[in-house]
């Protein structure tokens, strides 16, 4: 069995910690390291419990999770922070992927949703809640941001990799729903990076709605 991904979650809201607390507890992934109410005790509750992933609120009352991201990295480069916040505008999660969170979800994920999330995050896979990416899309394609109106040619394989990255599917999930390891969608996902000249899943979503590949 391979090691359980260390959590530490950062959240004002004794109900919200109180669930994620249930939904850490109730899956054999991942382990609940400690809790913290504010950005404030980021610094200090990553040095005692040495988290993997730290699920982080973005609004709280002394410290922003924007603030408190940038903290856990100083602490740790290596640790991955992913916002889970009721906010669904594109500007929010900008503040804090620019902060250099790995993911965004918003609070009505389930359960599974979360928890795969975390498990992604700490694969090194980018997450961002489908609700979001749209509006992200959206707003590129509003504002006139695309630039490219041809692109290499994809295979079906990369095609349909694509299309499971927009519908919000980790790399796990799109190894399982298109059987193939995960090992090789991680490739493709590099492969497809690297022909587009862009960095992550969501500038591949992007990139993708501009040149008519998917919809949103």
Known sequence: MSELV??????????????????IADDDRVVLVGEATDGSEVAESC???????????IRMREVSGVEATRRVLEWNPRCRVLALTTFTTEWRALEVLRAGACGYLVKNSTPKQIID?????????????PEVQGRFVRAAIEAGDSQMSDAPTLS??????IEQIAQGSSNAEIAQALHYAEGTVKADIRHINHLWNVENRLQIVLRATELGLISI
């Open 47 to 57: 040095e005692m419990t040495n988290p993997d992933v730290v699920l982080m609120d």
């Open 156 to 161: 079906d394989r990369e095609q349909q990799i």
């Open 6 to 23: 260390r959590v530490l979650v950062v959240d004002d809201e004794a109900l919200v910690r109180h669930a994620l607390r249930a939904f």
């Open 117 to 129: 999330a975390i498990v992604a995050a700490h694969a090194g896979d980018r997450v961002v809640s």
